[in-house]
C-alpha cells in the first residue's frame, strides 16, 4: 500500500502565489509518475500537471503559471503556483502511479492523497 500525504493549501488573493507538497510512502518498487488533480464539480477530476521521467504535462489554463517538480530521491512532488486566478479554486488532489509487486508479479496501481483546498480570493 502506498500513501500520499499532501500540504500547502491555504487562501491566497488572486496574483498571490502557492506551493502544494505530496509525499509518498509505504511499499513499492517504483514510482512512475505523479500529478495533481482537481475536483471540477459535477465532473471527473482534471488533470492540473503531471511529471513522468523528465516529462512534464499541464493543464492548457495552467501553463506558464504553475510548475511541477519532483525529487526522486524524497519521493515528493511539488507544484509551485503562480498567478493565481480565483478559478485555480479547487481542491487538489496528489496522484501517483505506481509499480507496486503482488505476490511475484509487477503490477501497476493508482493511488490519491486526500486532497488539499486552495481558494483564491478575487
Known amino acids: 500500500q502506498v500513501q500520499l500525504v499532501e500540504s500547502g493549501g491555504g487562501l491566497v488573493q488572486a496574483g498571490g502565489s502557492l506551493r502544494l507538497s505530496c509525499a509518498a510512502s509505504g511499499s513499492f518498487l517504483r514510482i512512475n509518475s505523479m500529478g495533481w488533480y482537481r475536483q471540477v464539480p459535477l465532473k471527473q477530476r482534471e488533470l492540473v500537471a503531471e511529471i513522468r521521467g523528465s516529462t512534464t504535462n499541464y493543464v492548457d489554463s495552467v501553463k506558464g503559471r504553475f510548475t511541477i517538480s519532483r525529487d526522486n530521491a524524497k519521493n515528493t512532488v511539488s507544484l509551485q503556483m503562480n498567478s493565481l486566478k480565483p478559478e485555480d479554486t479547487d481542491v487538489y488532489y496528489c496522484?501517483?502511479?505506481?509499480?507496486?509487486?503482488?505476490?511475484?508479479?509487477?503490477?501497476?496501481?493508482?493511488?490519491w492523497g486526500q486532497g488539499t483546498q486552495v481558494t483564491v480570493s478575487s
Open positions: 496522484h501517483a502511479e505506481v509499480l507496486t509487486l503482488s505476490g511475484t508479479v509487477a503490477i501497476t496501481s493508482h493511488f
